[in-house]
């Protein structure tokens, strides 16, 4: 099993910027695929961003695509999701998981087998 806690979520205008990382240990020498997800107020949890084992590929809903940037750094068992021109849509709460594989083909919720708690994101207009 994998243990993940999220950070850096907060406040933030529209158009700004947010970096929020996600720490894994536990059973982190499988390098799992890492994918974000993000639940906002009265709706379900909707993928964001998934990036492979080794880093080299990523894959990006649409709605974030050319605006947030999903990247990994292995030695520090650390995923980042980097958003920019972030709009009040964007506001949700975003979870960090580890996927039950090791390629960008792993998107839907089930296919992710530990999660982080969360950690809030606002954006406001």
């Known amino acids: 099993q994998v243990q993940l806690v999220e950070s850096g979520g907060g406040l933030v205008q529209a158009g700004g910027s947010l970096g929020l990382s996600c720490a894994a240990s536990g059973r982190t020498y499988s390098r799992p695929a890492m994918g974000w997800f993000r639940q906002a107020p009265g709706k379900e949890r909707e993928f964001v961003a998934v990036i492979s084992s080794s880093g080299g590929s990523t894959y990006y809903a649409d709605s974030v695509k050319g605006r947030f940037t999903i990247s990994r750094d292995n030695a520090k068992n650390t995923v980042y999701l980097q958003m920019n021109n972030l709009k009040p849509d964007d506001t949700a709460i975003y979870y960090c998981?580890?996927?039950?594989?090791?390629?960008?083909?792993?998107?839907?919720?089930?296919?992710?087998?530990?999660w982080g708690q969360g950690t809030q994101v606002t954006v406001s207009s």
């Open positions: 998981a580890a996927a039950r594989g090791f390629s960008v083909a792993y998107r839907a919720q089930t296919d992710f087998g530990s």
